[in-house]
């Protein structure tokens, strides 16, 4: 990939079927970065389409840095699986940025970022996202649990949640399950549901 990204631009013009090709490829690609489609599904994904492009246009610049793009991106969510404490699935997001361009400046940066994550010696709680929006007695007795080990350890909590008001409730039951502690925490609104107990520094 690396040889592809650094020829330069063909010099000869294209036809004007060609041209709309190229065009169809780009728009198609662009479509599946915003998608995450950026490896798979097999003949419908963000590389392809661009790698496409590049075999009929050596050098097209809008090609060249999408592929770049879905380095970028898999960089972004190898960080964001850390950062839920999911290492397998960071290191194999890693993995593809890696196998697409192992050049990218970003990837040692990464890396490290990893290595820090993994060695933080903070606590990951994954949660399932309908029980919360229940409300059950079982998922309150879970978030107790968690908040009397943020107690205990007087770990900083992080909450990630698919909406505001979801992690708002997250936060305000653990609050009211160590009444006379103040519950340090912030929030987070993405995809999933995961409680993150970040370790005081020894």
């Not at 075999?55 to 793009?69: D, F, M, S, T």
């Not at 919360?132 to 009397?148: H, K, M, P, V």
């Amino acid at each position: 990939m690396r040889a592809i990204l650094g020829e330069e631009p063909a010099a000869e013009a294209i036809s004007p079927n060609l041209q709309r090709l190229i065009a169809d490829l780009l728009y198609a690609g662009l479509q599946a970065v915003d998608d995450d489609r950026l490896l798979t599904p097999r003949f419908d994904n963000a590389y392809d389409y661009f790698h496409e492009v590049l075999k009929l246009q050596p050098g097209n610049e809008i090609a060249v840095e999408g592929i770049r793009g879905i380095v970028e991106r898999y960089l972004e969510l190898a960080l964001e699986a850390a950062n839920r404490g999911n290492f397998t699935n960071a290191d194999e997001l890693l993995g593809r940025a890696e196998i697409i361009d192992n050049s990218h400046p970003g990837i040692a940066p990464t890396r490290q970022a990893l290595a820090v994550e993994r060695s933080s010696g903070d606590l990951f709680f994954p949660l399932e996202e309908q029980a919360l929006r229940r409300q059950s007695e079982a998922i309150r007795e879970i978030l107790t649990d968690i908040a009397r080990q943020a107690r205990e350890h007087d770990a900083f909590v992080l909450i990630t949640a698919p909406d505001d008001e979801l992690a708002r409730w997250i936060y305000s039951a653990m609050r009211e399950s160590v009444p006379g502690y103040r519950l340090r925490g912030n929030i987070e609104i993405s995809s999933g549901a995961l409680i993150r107990l970040r370790m005081p520094d020894s």
